[in-house]
């Protein structure tokens, strides 16, 4: 592998895609500002060395004179979107610089010519392309063919409450983090019911000092009759917040109806919003967004789009702190 030149690089669970300018977690594109982008690009390249803040600086910046905060916002944002909340993915070397501590391949081996042990090579390599599939793909796939296996065993199912959603998990275990696992079977058969694709998600309990006004966000809010219009269904699911104000999470949009303003399948991105006045905004690539809790406890979401217009989506929850929120109803 050549890390100055392979335009696709893989480390963790997570994917840098050079060529199109966009990282991955789980297969699940990560909404990061260019400069993060270019930091994490950077420390990819050089994964188990140390790189310099004045390398990082050059290679990132250029001549352009900026602080030492500019590259520790960058650094902030990565760790909050790789989920290195113990710094196991990128190392602090305190004063001189930073180190990715993971060992990337290059997706280009995955095309390399057969040899006499590429037969007995096989099944880990089939490992591999799976490793890097959505999570929730993988599921979803895995629930299918479970769906299958269950019209020749009736009594299997009728012994479970959510049979997709339960062996969904049963052969995909994760960690949800603080949310209970028959929320997590309720979310997932929602998910499944609404066409929504669930990305891996964790739920980090919030520390006591947390104000309310910022705790309050932390959970899963799924939409009743999606965006208004054109009943896209909409999912926002908030894993993490700070005393700061600083959110982090999903956001998960069903497949496109006749009215969307965006066309395809459906998709999830992850994000980083801030919690001011009531209210969690995130500047992302479509636009901004908004999310402000209604006097009935439901979220109005916004999304004030560059190129003109606003979308407005109402969010039930459907699991935050202290309760197992209502189910939204099904669309019909």
């Not at 030492?68 to 960058?74: A, I, K």
């Not at 979803?140 to 998990?169: D, K, Y």
């Amino acid at each position: 592998m050549n890390p100055a030149t392979d335009s696709v690089l893989i480390f963790d669970a997570f994917e840098l895609d050079f060529a199109r300018g966009v990282a991955r977690a789980d297969g699940v594109e990560l909404d990061l500002r260019p400069k993060s982008f270019a930091v994490l690009g950077c420390l990819a390249r050089n994964a188990g060395r140390l790189v310099s803040k004045q390398d990082l600086h050059e290679a990132v910046w250029g001549h352009v004179a900026v602080s030492d905060d500019s590259l520790v916002q960058c650094i902030r944002e990565l760790r909050l979107k790789l989920r290195d909340d113990d710094h196991r993915i990128i190392k602090t070397v305190s004063r001189r610089g930073y180190r990715l501590d993971a060992e990337p391949i290059s997706r280009l081996h995955e095309h390399a010519p057969r040899d006499a042990a590429g037969a007995t090579s096989a099944p880990r390599a089939v490992a591999g392309r799976l490793a890097v599939l959505p999570r929730w793909l993988l599921v979803a796939g895995l629930s299918a063919i479970a769906f299958a296996a269950l019209a020749f065993v009736p009594l299997i199912a009728n012994g479970m409450r959510h049979p997709l959603a339960e062996l969904a998990n049963w052969f995909a275990p994760q960690d949800h983090g603080i949310v209970p696992n028959p929320d997590v079977e309720r979310i997932t058969a929602l998910a499944v019911e609404k066409q929504l694709p669930l990305p891996a998600f964790r739920v980090h309990a919030p520390a006591n000092d947390v104000p309310d006004s910022v705790r309050r966000f932390l959970g899963v809010w799924v939409s009743d009759e999606g965006w208004i219009n054109s009943h896209r269904q909409f999912m926002m699911i908030v894993t993490s917040v700070d005393r700061d104000g600083v959110a982090t999470g999903y956001l998960v949009n069903g497949p496109a109806m006749p009215h969307s303003r965006t066309p395809g399948p459906g998709f999830s991105g992850g994000f980083t919003g801030h919690v001011l006045d009531d209210t969690l905004r995130y500047d992302g690539n479509a636009g901004l967004h908004s999310a402000s809790i209604t006097a009935d406890g439901r979220i109005e979401f916004k999304l004030i789009f560059r190129e003109g217009g606003t979308g407005v989506v109402f969010l039930e929850p459907l699991w935050t702190l202290g309760r197992s929120g209502r189910v939204a109803r099904n669309q019909t």
